[in-house]
Structure formats: structure tokens, C-alpha cells
């Protein structure tokens, strides 16, 4: 993560600057407001700013006059059964704002989820920074034989040393043509007096998607929850993934009853189609079901197993 000096005495400005309100805060989130979480290698995740807590869920479930809190194994037992019974709305009621720095190709597949307010750097009037996603050599994997979409083992010796210098080669040539054709040098003058140089709009098309953006995301926690449970995920891709365990970090530290209801009943739980119950059912009865004899495909056989923890996954 590379923040210049001038960002950093930026982000130390806010986090001394402390503000009275009668709006509920939450101390372990306040703790982290403004601070840049490393992403990736050049990527962060900072948390802007957030309205509510735990106790607002509460509050609008309870539709109270007051804070609606009562003892706390009281909410969190509230909270727990609004999370199972996929009662969603009180957590709208709570809203956080993210400062996000990621690959283009990750923004590709956050920008997907379009329920959040998004405002990303302007490459049109900005001249983006010279950072590329490299990936580090453990990320560096072969294309899964068995999923589509997936990866498989770990490139090794001369292949991964080629593929990663292919990677660094083209992103720094594409760059170097990129401020080549915008003929202009960091402080604004001409590198080149004699042109004119490109529009930024344009010289912008020719960079690799492993180039650097940014933007503020803003979203509820509901809506949070659901990026969250496909993005946290372990089917996500590992590039994505990262970003959504930094911000699983401060939902803990924001709404801990929250957190820890996610995690019970969607992050860490699995959902059983009605045939995959009915096959559970037989074999707890004692009866020796094979897939072949149980009406699953394979892949569904295979997934049932890998949930129950028959099967690695
Ligand atoms: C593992 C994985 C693989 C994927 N592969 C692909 C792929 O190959 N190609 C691809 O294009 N995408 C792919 N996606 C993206 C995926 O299809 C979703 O677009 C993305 O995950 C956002 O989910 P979402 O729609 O639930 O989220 P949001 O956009 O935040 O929407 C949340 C919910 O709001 C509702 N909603 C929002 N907007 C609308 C609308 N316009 N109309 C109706 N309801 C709406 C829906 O109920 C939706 O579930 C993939 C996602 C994952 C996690």
C-alpha cells in the first residue's frame, strides 16, 4: 500500500479531529475510522463513516420511542432470529461508507453488487497512479480442471517466473505509452512542447485491468451482509476475497451481534436442497445411499458431501 505523505497527514488530521453528538457511536469502529487496512499489494480498505449500531437493529425491529435496547442476551436472542428468519429491514437501518483501493479487474466484480452508492476516480480528469496488482507468487495458480471458474495448484519454477514478468512487462509498457501519449510530466507541464498530448478519456483505454482504482462505496448492512456472504465467501476469487475479510473485520467491530448472527446463520452455515435432505434423512435412518442410487448429479452429491464433511473440499 503506498500512501503519499500528504494522504497519510490527511488521514492523521481526521482521526485527531473529535466531533460532540448525541448519535450513537461504537468505540472498536471508532477505532479504526479513516485508517488505510492494506489490501493486496498496493490496494486498502478504510472505513469513512457509519450511522447506527447493533442497538438501531434493535430499535427499528421493536419500532421503540427510545434506544428499544433491553439486556443484552435479550438483542442479541432478537438479532439472532431477524438473521434466521431473514426479517432484513432493521438491518437497513444502519448505513457505512468505505474508501476502497482495488485492481480494475476486482472493481469489475464488486461494481456487480447494485446495491450501494458508488463514486470512483475519474480518469477523465485524474491521471491514475503507476500501481499494478502483481499477484505474489502463492496466488499465482493454474486454471482449475475441474471448475470452471476456479483455480487449481500453484504455478512453479520457470512458467511462474515468465507469467509474472509478463504481468510487471506489459502493465509498465502500457503505462509507459499512457504517459506518453498524455505528454504531460507529474506537476501538470508538457514532457513534450512541440504536442499536444491525448485526452486523459482517451489515453486511459490502453492500460491493463490490473491497474489501480478507487472509490467510495456506500451501502446498508443489510445489503453489506449479502456482499459479504458471496464475497467472503471461499468460491469468491482470492483477489475479492481479501477485501471482503478486511471489511468482515469491521463489521465485528462495528455490529458484533450482527457479526456474529452472520456468521452463524449465513457466513458460516449451508443451504441443503429438498433432495440433499431427503438423502440425509435415508442415511440417518441407516440406509447405504450412494450417489448413484440418491437422484443427485455428481457435483450435487459432491457438494452435499463436502457441506455434511464427508469430503475435502
Ligand atoms: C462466484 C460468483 C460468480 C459470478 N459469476 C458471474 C458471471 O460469470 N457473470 C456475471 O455477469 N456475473 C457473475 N457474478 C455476479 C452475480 O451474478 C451478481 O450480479 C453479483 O453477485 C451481485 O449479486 P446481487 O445481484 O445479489 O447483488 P445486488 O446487485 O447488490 O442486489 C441485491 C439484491 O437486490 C435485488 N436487485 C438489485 N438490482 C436488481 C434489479 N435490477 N432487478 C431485480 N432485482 C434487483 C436482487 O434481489 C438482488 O439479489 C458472479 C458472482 C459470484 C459471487
Known sequence: MSLTEEQSAEIAALRAATSPTRRATVAAL?????????VLDHGFVRVIDYMGDDAAVVQAARVSYGRGTRKVSE?????????????????????????????????????????????????????????????????????????????????????????????RDDAMRTYDHYAEMLNEAPDGTAIDPARQGLARELARMNLTLNTYTQWYWKTDLH??????SLRADAHAQHEIRVYAEAMLESLRAWVPLTCAAFEEYRHGAVTLSASMVAVLRRMLAGEAVDQPGSGLSKREWQEMMVAVGRQAA
Not at 223 to 228: E, V
Open 75 to 167: 438483542d442479541a436472542g432478537l438479532i439472532r432470529y431477524l438473521m434466521r428468519h431473514r426479517h432484513s429491514t432493521p438491518f437497513e437501518m444502519c448505513e457505512i461508507k468505505y474508501h476502497v483501493k482495488l485492481p480494475i479487474f476486482v472493481a469489475r466484480q464488486w461494481i456487480r453488487h447494485r446495491t450501494a452508492n458508488v463514486n470512483e476516480i475519474s480518469a477523465r480528469y485524474s491521471i491514475l497512479d503507476r500501481e499494478f496488482y502483481i499477484p505474489a507468487p502463492e496466488h499465482l495458480a493454474a486454471q482449475s480442471a475441474v471448475n470452471r471458474q476456479g483455480r487449481g495448484a500453484v504455478l512453479a519454477g520457470d512458467e511462474a517466473t515468465e507469467v509474472l514478468a509478463v504481468l
Open 223 to 228: 445489503n453489506l451482509l449479502n456482499f459479504l
Open 30 to 38: 471508532e477505532a479504526m475510522l479513516y485508517e488505510a487496512r492494506p
